[in-house]
Every structure is written in C-alpha cells, then in structure tokens.
C-alpha cells in the first residue's frame, strides 16, 4: 500500500511518501512544494492543483492522508490555506475519491511521536530514527510523512479488528506504532 501524506499550506505544502506493508514502513519520497509568495495567488493553486496531480501520478498513490484545516488567527490566512486545501482535494478527488483520508494535527502527533502536542522537533527526532532520514527539508516535510504514517497505522489497526478505515477510535496508539516502528 501507497500511502501519500500531505501537509497543507498556501505557501508550502509538505508530502512524504511510504509504502506500508503489515508493519514495514519504507520511506519513498518526501519533501515541499514551495509556492511563490510574489506570484499571483489564482495562478499559485493552480500550480499546487498541478503538483500534486503529478505526485499521484509518479507513485501510483493508494491512499491519501491529509492533516485536517486548523485554527488560524488571522482570517485571511484561513481562507488562503482553505483554498489551497481546496486545490489539493480537488487535484486528488480525480483519481482517489473514497480513498482521501483526514486527520487531526493532535491525532497525527499523537500516533507518530505518543504525543498529540509534541513540537515539532520531537516529530523529526520519531521519524529520523524510524524511517532513517537524517534530514528533513522543513517541518512541512516532516509532517506530512507523519500524517502518512499515521493512515498506516489506523488503517492497519482497523483492518485487524474487522472495522473500516473511515472509523477512527484513539485506543492504544501508541502501542499500535511502538509494534509497527519495531519492524522497521
């Protein structure tokens, strides 16, 4: 399974890449799509529309995990990442309707490091030791192979309960990622 996850942002958006086996974890690819903020905005979504379009297509994506919209401060950043979340989900729902998933930041956390408010520094510390990079391009990067990783791992403990993906209980994730990390 072809797990893309995705960390959605008007300026920069994180993907990584896994491929999940049972418990085996393998990084695939990773990084941003970095946006030009100087740029015309209409023309910046339909350039992220692009990219990510191209991204399913380069890796064969299974499945899809997005980190759900957060709270913003400002309004205005609020509908920019709105709306750049709109361009992601509309570039995936041509060839992956039912098979986009959504998670909360909290939750994502709290799957990849046992700790839904960990900084995010404690998420690139998990990740470096369990997929091995040594290096993340910028916590985008890192949070968007969290969010992959955490799909891996409901889906994964869904299946072996004989529940669908899409019900989603937060029971003993830690444990759930402690017994898949082991087999990396």
Known sequence: MIILGIDPGSRKVGFGIIESQGRNIKHLASGCIKLDPKQDYLQRLKILFTKVTELTQKYSIDEISLESLIYVKSPTALIKLAQARGAILTA??????????????????????????????????????????????????????????????YRGREALMGRPTKKRKNASLKNSLKHKMMDV
């Open 92 to 153: 995936l729902l041509q060839t992956h309707e039912g098979k986009i998933f959504e998670y909360s930041p909290n939750l994502i956390k709290s799957v990849a490091v046992g700790d839904g408010h960990a900084d995010k520094k404690s998420v690139q510390k998990v990740l470096s030791y369990s997929i091995g990079i040594d290096e993340f391009e910028s916590d985008d990067e890192s949070d968007a192979l969290a969010a992959a990783i955490c799909h891996s791992v």
